[in-house]
């Protein structure tokens, strides 16, 4: 293997196993008899097994544009409210800033940012850029604000990495992530004319490092990404920015914060969880009006309560049990939703949908982990997502999020692995509506540094409030595969093993706190197994990084890799690269990444940090043109993609999820490993 590139280098990684844990997984006995004998007769057989490839790959995307637009037309009903809405809560928008990198000359003189010194670029909201590594930037806007008798609430809907907020020289807000919302009480500070906001946002080098060099930035290795062929579009990569919506929101003194329903079908209840927010420094009381109705299916049913609740200042939590008899459940198929409306005192109103749907895993029956949806047993099969769902929103394109979606489910799968990183809710309650099951990955890889331990907790926590509610959501994991600190010599600044799964213990009691319903599985791809408690999970690119995890010839024969004794296991990535096809790359690449005919000569190297060229020698030959390269490695793609589903999936006695990496890619040339472009047309490998 030559010019071993980052992604190669951990592929590479040799696991050292505790033996005491581990245990082997042999082939099970197969039948003599695989397959009826073909009939010499059969002319449809004949003819299948006879038809040139390219002519099965133009057909297979007509099929594919005539099965997508037979999903939207089945899945409109689902997306369909039928009740009516709560009163909305007014919001201000703050769509427009100036923005500039913070210089030398402002670390003696903080004011030049708040006077709006300096040059400064107009920008939109949302807002997400480069470079990674170390750097601040500044957002800055005027705004008039119409003052009411109710509060006024500054929210940020997403904010990467570090955020601090100054409205009219003061400071009001800080919050450190990505991917959870965050908000203060500004009613105070606020003036009817020329408010001042400034927003400091400040990346830092990522905990999975850079060069060696390691940052205090909790954040794996994809994101959402910029527009950019040289630094933006490969893997996502980890700038930071004001990415979601900015707004400040007219709230009663009492009101709701959250809320959130765990649903529980053995006994026909819903039970709703409910936080208020009390602004007065006085004790009080509040009436609580609570109704559920069907949200996108005809039904007369309107189920309602009432309570007088006792407040004191700020959060006040409480919890009812609403009866549902013989309620529709959310399935894959049928996504059955509810709205449980919050009336308080007959002046504030929320809002939110919530599926009637049990998931759990077994951990009472040797071998452990069997999953279950709604009480039968099922099997996830999957693809990973890297940053395409979240450009949809950032876009405010939801045609092509539904779209999106649906191209996971025409291809049979029943959920995705949102890889490596929480995302905006509005994914979540599109999943929801479109039965999309989704795995939640906290946003590590690789390790976690020491002096970051407490802060990763606490996002932890804020992970399973952002999740909680949505029943797509299924399982979540904490880290992205992690590796022997001992053997890369940095044991002196993250966590070896055993701290690490002594962190695990402490997210098992966040998580749990937060949803005693959540399945967990601890590791996605376990580069230093196993995990001490739980469902293992390793990663399979056998067909592309040689003899990866295990020969691809014993993973056909049936052999699986060692995993933790008694459990079952997933296998969150598996695939190949395969080259964009010639019609985006002469769309969307740079001119200098191309032959100026496609018959010259060209290695794809060309195009910044592909693999085939250093990884295509053990699986086909080399190629001297653009269209041989893309034809040979998308052959190979298809083939490997089938072989290794096909190897999995009989394996289904142990292995009870996999998930192809990757589905679609979020940019031109972005991680081919994907089998549809940024165009949505699949690669041959997709079907």
Known sequence: MTNTDFFAAIADTKIKLRKELMESKQPIEAPKNFFKQLQKTDNKINKLILKDPDEQYKESLNEYSIGIERLKIYYKKFLTR??????????????????????SEDLQDFNRILEGKGDWDKIKIPHYHGPTGKWVSYYRTIFDYDKKDSFAFLVFKGSDYITDVYLNGRHVLNHEGFFYSFEQDITQYLLEKDNVLVVKVENDITTLGENRKFGNKIYAATGIGWDDPLDGWHHCPPGGGIFDKVYIEQREIVHTLDAYVFPDIDNNLAKVNVIVNSLSLENTKADVALTVEPFNFDDSLKLTQSHEIILNNGENHYSYDIAIDNPRIWTNDTPYLYTLKIKIDKKDEYELNFGMRKFHMDTVTKPYGTLYLNNSEIILRGANEMGHLQLCVMNEDYDQLIEDILIAKYCNMNYYRITQRPV??????????????????????????????????????????????????????????????????????????????????????????????????????????????????????????????????????????????????????????????????????????????????????????????????????????????????????????SLMTLALRRRSDYIVQTALHLLIDAYPSGWMKTVVGVDRVPKPAYF
């Open 82 to 103: 039928r009740n009516e809405p709560s009163k909305q809560r007014h919001r201000k928008y703050l769509n427009d800033f100036d923005f500039r990198f913070e210089k």
């Open 424 to 641: 905006q809710r509005e994914i979540y309650e599109y999943c929801d509506m479109l039965g999309m099951m989704v795995q939640v990955d906290f946003p590590l890889f690789g390790q976690l540094i020491k002096s970051q331990i407490y802060e990763a907790s606490r996002q932890i926590g804020e992970m399973e409030r952002h999740i909680r509610r949505h029943p797509s959501v299924i399982m979540v994991s904490y880290i992205n595969e992690p590796t022997d600190q001992y053997k890369s010599q940095t044991a002196h600044i993250n966590l070896d093993r055993e701290e690490m799964e002594n962190w695990f213990d402490i997210c098992d009691r966040y998580i749990r706190y937060e949803n005693p319903q959540r399945v967990i599985k601890r590791v996605e791809g376990d580069y230093d197994p196993p995990t001490f408690e739980g469902l293992s999970d390793f990663h399979c690119y056998n067909m592309w990084y040689t003899n990866h995890a295990l020969p691809i010839g014993d993973l056909y024969k049936g052999y699986l890799p060692a995993t933790r004794k008694d459990w079952k296991m997933g296998c969150g990535e598996y695939g190949t690269e395969g080259l964009d096809n010639l019609s985006l790359m002469k769309k969307y690449y740079p001119k200098q990444w191309l032959p100026a005919n496609d018959d010259d000569f060209w290695i794809p190297d060309k195009i910044i940090k592909a693999q085939t060229n250093s990884m295509h020698g053990d699986w086909f030959y080399e190629q001297d043109n653009i269209n041989d390269w893309i034809k040979f490695s998308q052959n190979h793609q298809s083939k490997s993609v």
